[in-house]
């Protein structure tokens, strides 16, 4: 399926989903045993409670397996579940996942940075109201500090 145009805006909770299923999920299954998740079949959290624990379970299979490599695991081809990047190293594999991680990890806390920081804003009478353009030098962060 194309991607559309333009891209519609993410949320957290898609960013989190897109690590539990497409990032740690699928490749757990492959490679660490880990059951068959992708994100068709991934039951999706309904709470952030939920998400983040889904979060932490895939990250710890994914560390566990990742030390039990040792240094001959590195260097083995990461496999046909990989496609076309079946012969590459599974430390090519492992640097990969940890690169999305640290992506998504960021796109994740800017997002809820900005969220507070908003409605800090929002509720602060030294912003502008409604609808007004924010501009950073004349507001300053909600706490106070420059």
């Not at 519609?8 to 492959?30: C, D, Q």
């Not at 889904?54 to 046909?80: F, H, K, N, S």
Request: hydrophobic letters at 40%.
């Amino acid at each position: 399926m194309p991607e559309p145009t333009p891209a519609p805006v993410t949320t957290i909770a898609w960013r989190i989903g897109h690590l539990v299923a497409g990032v740690f999920g699928a490749r757990n299954a492959a490679h660490f045993d880990g059951p068959s998740i992708d994100h068709q079949n991934h039951t999706y959290a309904a709470s952030a409670a939920e998400a983040l624990n889904q979060l932490d379970d895939g990250y710890t299979r994914w560390m566990d397996g990742v030390a039990r490599l040792g240094q001959d695991g590195l260097i083995e081809p990461c496999g046909p579940t990989e496609g076309p990047f079946v012969d590459w190293s599974t430390a090519a594999l492992v640097l990969h996942i940890h690169r999305e991680v640290l992506h998504h990890g960021a796109e994740i806390a800017l997002l809820r940075d900005l969220y507070t920081w908003c409605t800090a804003c929002a509720l602060s009478s030294r912003c502008h109201g409604p609808g007004s353009r924010l501009v950073l030098s004349e507001v300053g962060p909600p706490c106070g500090v420059r």
